[in-house]
């Protein structure tokens, strides 16, 4: 496992879903410059501003359902309809 980036503060592993801090750390580290945006796993849709984000799920990336845990290391983002279609498969 690698450590939780600087001035976040951890969280229960257990918790349901990922912090809002942790989302917005993930999005602003992952955002695409060059197209402009985050872009979607799955679709490739890019989202940008604070409404792109609010567009966006924190993902399990091995599903609560499956033992994943609410760490860092498992978190991506997923607009909202690819984490619906996603449920609790491991892709």
Known sequence: MTS????????DPHAPV???????SYFRRNYDFNKGGYVCLDCKKIFSGVSGFQKLHGDHIIPRSRRGLTVWENL????????????NKLF
Request: with cysteine; net charge positive.
């Open 4 to 11: 939780l980036p600087p001035n976040l503060t951890p969280c």
């Open 76 to 87: 991506t983002l997923r607009c909202g309809p690819c984490n619906l279609l996603k449920s």
């Open 18 to 24: 990922f912090p809002k801090n942790w989302k917005e």
